[in-house]
């Protein structure tokens, strides 16, 4: 089984200062997105094609829940930035069964009318300080991707560092050209983007 690139996360200590930040970086409107009950989130998205970005945050006018949060949205801290990506999945359980010790374990989530399954580490603490994706399994044909309004921006590199960048890449059963794994002193993700306005990085 092979993992297929879904989505990229931006965390923000709130909302409204990372759509802020994306928008100022990307220089298109976020659209979309909504609340996520089980984990007491909420977030925007932005359509990439056949991708999305979505800028997501502890939901203030929720009760925090008696689990961490996922992306270890608890502990974040800082300007908003890129923390995570997420691939999915036909099989979430046998893709957990065979991943690194620590994805998590399968929960049933919903977002309005999208439903979907997500391994969520029970510390909120994905492998390899994040750079591993979270693995999601959508149930359905709804997918936001496909829902979402036409950006004019296109995703053409996904770079992600890490010191054990071969352990990564060995633990990684996805194949994307646009995804680069490379040595790095400490964990970073870049993201470069084809936009209407030209080359546009978040990191």
């Known amino acids: 089984m092979t993992l297929t690139f879904d989505h990229l996360a931006v965390s923000a200590e709130t909302l409204e200062e990372g759509v802020a930040a994306v928008e100022a970086a990307l220089g298109v409107a976020l659209a979309g997105g909504g609340q996520h009950p089980h984990m007491s989130t909420h977030n925007r998205l932005i359509g990439l094609g056949d991708l999305y970005?979505?800028?997501i945050a502890a939901d203030p006018a929720a009760?925090?829940?008696d689990w961490p949060r996922w992306f270890d949205l608890d502990n974040f801290a800082g300007r908003p930035r890129l923390t995570n990506w997420i691939a999915r999945c036909d099989d979430l359980v046998a893709?957990?069964?065979q991943a690194p010790v620590g994805v998590g374990v399968p929960v049933s989530l919903q977002r309005g009318d999208y439903r979907w399954q997500m391994?969520?580490?029970?510390d909120g603490k994905l492998p390899f300080d994040g750079c591993f994706p979270a693995l999601i399994q959508w149930e359905?044909?709804?997918?936001?991707?496909?829902a979402l309004p036409e950006?004019?921006?296109?995703l053409t590199?996904?770079?992600?560092a890490h010191p054990q960048a071969d352990s990564l890449r060995a633990a990684l059963n996805l194949h994307d050209p646009r995804v680069e794994i490379v040595a790095g002193q400490s964990k970073e993700l870049r993201a470069s983007f084809a936009t209407p306005h030209g080359v546009r990085v978040i990191q």
Do not use: C, D
């Open 151 to 154: 950006s004019g921006l296109r």
């Open 119 to 122: 391994a969520v580490p029970a």
């Open 95 to 97: 893709e957990v069964a």
């Open 53 to 55: 970005l979505e800028v």
């Open 157 to 160: 590199r996904l770079e992600i």
């Open 63 to 65: 009760p925090k829940p």
């Open 140 to 146: 359905g044909a709804l997918h936001p991707a496909r």
